[in-house]
């Protein structure tokens, strides 16, 4: 019998997990699992990189999110859940759901219990881990209050709600998890094993603190710096998650039950099936501004428009009103980084003087893709960064986050056009932009149209 990871963190959670999409995937099946989750925090932004890699590798997608919900106590808390789309309905409710959250506040985005009830429609939720809501309460021996939690939960998804049972080797943990199994047996709340997956191999657990790092602006002397207490939270095997319990098979059973309760034959991902053309847009673009200097090709969908001066503010209120029925949003982009860019961020995490890392990364080859490259190509960076053992560690270290992002920002002058009846997740920057949290390609892979304004 096979496993299904439901609870694992791309490199969509910015700078927290470093699950590469691509890796998953291609692990997923050599492990022969029949379907793999991403479930980011506050974010679907990987959903479409999921879907088109889970196809290619026949196995089903799984897209999901961590989201944060205020609980209805007066201490006024916040606690996490996972929650799984069933199908694209689901899709689209995970999405009002995140522009509900960062309507809240963009800095720390949360939702209600009102209106996770109001969106609740084809999710499966999980209760989370030990430091989620049923668990802190449990620990806390608020057992009254946690069954009231456990109802509220049950009867908003009804069978679709599970106890989520995770084993990372902690005490406290071990306490909390075995309260949750005896609540189990007399709620008869169905119950899922689940392992937090923030990296793909035991031994990423350095970089994962590494990433933490960065993300706090600290280093590794600080003593936030540990992102885990231990080093299991990876990508495990289904033969290392059904060693983690000695209790009936159910546990995972129910993983391959939920993976079977997901459809994707109607499709997950939103896709533009409007008459909107690019042609369209540009022959508006014209009307309103002969002396606009365009390119474009038709099958791309994409476009770019070059203005003289402050104009973009017009050309964006003309296309509001010749296309009322689409909104006009900035699209994120998520940036890789480069060798040289994530070789000073590891290197500055552990502590080496600034005056070795500027030498160091200037030595790095531009062709160069990976430090390893840099290594194999340039001689002076190989002995340079192989002359202690903090510079040689930190180049490994870099070569497994560079495929993470290094920062999420809005590119204010690219927009996409987006048919109001599609649902997409909408955020908002910390300066209170708001934007579609979909990067351009998908945006162009999945049939809308994109607008670049270059001054």
Known sequence: MSFVHLHVHSEYSWLDGACIIDDLVQRAVRLKMPAVAITDRNSIAGASRLWQQCLKARIKPIVGLEIEVLNDLSDGRAFSIILLAKNGDGCENLSRLITLAHEHDPLAPKISKSQLQMNAQDLICLSFSVVGELCTLLLEDRDAEAWQVSDWYRGVFGDDYYYEIQNHGLPKEAIAMNKLLNMAYDSKVPVVLTNDCHYMERQDSLAIDALNCIRKGIDFSHSEAKRFACNEYYFKT???????????????????????????????IPVS???????NVVDSLRIFDPTLRIRFKPESKFIRVSLMGNESAAVLAHLHSKFPDYDILPWTEYQHWTPASIYCAVLRAMKVEEEKIKELCELIPTEANTLLEAVLISTDFSCLSSEDYVCGLA??????????????????????????????????????VSGCQFDLNDIVRNGFISLELLS
């Open 395 to 432: 180049a490994g270290i870099g070569d497994r986050l560079i495929n993470t992002f290094k920062d999420e920002r809005y590119v204010r002058h690219s927009y996409a056009l987006i048919f109001r009846g599609i649902q997409v997740p909408i955020i908002r920057d910390y300066e209170g």
């Open 273 to 279: 099936d409007s008459e909107l053309s690019v042609s």
């Open 238 to 268: 289904a033969k290392e998650m059904k060693s983690l319990f000695d209790f009936p098979p159910q546990l995972t059973q129910n993983t391959l039950a939920i993976a079977d309760k997901i459809d994707v034959t109607g499709g997950y």
